[in-house]
């Protein structure tokens, strides 16, 4: 059986891990400052000016595949993931049946410590008010968890087969999960969708 994190955090910690993505937002090399006269062409050309982060980290059992998105200007992240909600009984229960879920930022989600996968896809504006919209209603659609069939890598999966990307066999650690996504993918680093 898989399994994709250990609970979640509370509402009010959830909320303070989320404010506290400024300091954490920024882990790709090339958004070092570059020298002033070929940052805005460089970032624009080669990257976009959206973000979206594909990644996993450690937990007490198999890991967690989640998402960070955003605009590459600004420190501020959103996340995205599918955690079962409440306490340790959910997540146990959550291996035998559908459990009530929980799709914003779980704890560790924000710190680089626990980071063990991570490929970042760049958009256009138009491209990511579509993609960020789709993972909103995601977000909105998804009411349960299950370790075998409503996880955290299915979750992300689905983000990346909307955003046009090969996607890998979802019952796998996150970690390698996110390591074949970007595999399969060739690393590439824009994504441009198909016309609506």
């Known amino acids: 059986m ?25 882990t790709d090399t090339a958004s070092r400052p570059q020298p002033q006269s070929t940052r805005r062409s460089v970032a624009r050309a080669e990257k976009g000016p959206y973000y979206v982060d594909f990644r996993a980290r450690t ?7 989640f998402v960070w998105y955003g605009k590459t200007s600004e420190r501020a992240v959103e996340v995205a993931g599918l955690t079962p909600a409440g306490d340790t009984l959910a997540y146990v229960l959550g291996h035998i049946t559908f459990v009530p879920s929980e799709t914003g930022a779980s704890y560790g989600d924000l ?3 626990y980071l063990t996968a991570s490929y970042r896809v760049y ?7 579509r993609v960020f919209a789709y993972i909103k209603k995601l977000q909105a659609n ?10 955290c ?20 650690r996150p970690e390698n ?8 993918n060739g690393g590439r680093q ?3 969708l198909s016309a609506e």
Not at 123 to 129: G, K, Q, R
């Open 2 to 26: 898989l399994s994709c994190t250990t609970p979640s955090a509370s509402a009010h910690q959830a909320n303070k891990r989320v404010a506290d993505a400024n300091a954490f937002a920024t």
């Open 59 to 65: 937990a007490a059992s198999w890991g967690h595949a």
């Open 111 to 113: 710190d680089p410590e």
């Open 123 to 129: 958009l256009n504006e138009a491209d990511a008010e």
């Open 142 to 151: 998804s009411p349960v968890w299950n370790a075998e069939t409503a996880n």
């Open 153 to 172: 890598t299915g979750f992300i999966g689905d983000i990346a087969e909307f955003m046009g990307l090969q996607v890998p066999n979802r019952w796998q």
């Open 177 to 184: 999960f996110v390591n074949r996504l970007k595999e399969l």
């Open 190 to 192: 824009m994504v441009r």
